[in-house]
């Protein structure tokens, strides 16, 4: 996140008086496994459809909760960006996608023998959800119940 002073008066303002939620204790659970040993399935917010996918509905008031399925041998540069908002430059993950959703790096980190294995799904959220009331009643579960089929041991959270 940037610095506030890098934001539009409109953003300072909202990021100053939005009522941020609180989670304690934070859930966490330990990793159990060495790193080489461990499946990694990619979570980002960049907003990443895959041709074919459904975008992003932006007209959701607080924000569309919904996630969409990336495959691991899904080619980057074929993701369209429907990240509503203008508070970012989206030139860089425009230009290179693996900046807001490292799959290739994800790979190539299974390659060296850095991790164990790539999920065969990632997931792709759209940021800047300003009521997540329903991501974490009905969203979140369903995208834990993705990575649990899939035997993810940890997964790489990517913010955009």
């Not at 100053?16 to 859930?27: G, L, Q």
């Not at 996918?53 to 899904?74: L, M, T, Y």
């Amino acid at each position: 996140m940037g610095e506030l002073g890098e934001f539009s008066l409109k953003y300072k303002i909202f990021l100053k008086t939005y009522s941020w939620r609180r989670i304690d204790p934070v859930p966490f659970a330990p990793l159990t496994k060495a790193l080489p040993e461990c499946r990694l399935g990619l979570v980002s917010s960049a907003g990443f459809v895959l041709p074919g996918q459904e975008p992003f509905d932006e007209g959701v008031r607080g924000g569309d909760p919904s996630f969409r399925c990336i495959p691991w041998d899904s080619d980057p540069r074929d993701l369209v960006e429907y990240h509503k908002s203008d508070a970012f430059d989206h030139s860089g993950i425009l230009q290179d996608p693996n900046l807001g959703f490292p799959l290739e790096r994800v790979r190539e980190l299974a390659s060296m023998g850095k991790i164990g294995s790539v999920a065969p799904r990632h997931l792709s959220f759209m940021g800047s959800i300003t009521a997540p009331g329903r991501l974490i009643k009905r969203t979140a579960p369903e995208a834990a119940e993705i990575f649990v089929e899939d035997k993810v041991d940890l997964a790489l959270l990517v913010p955009v």
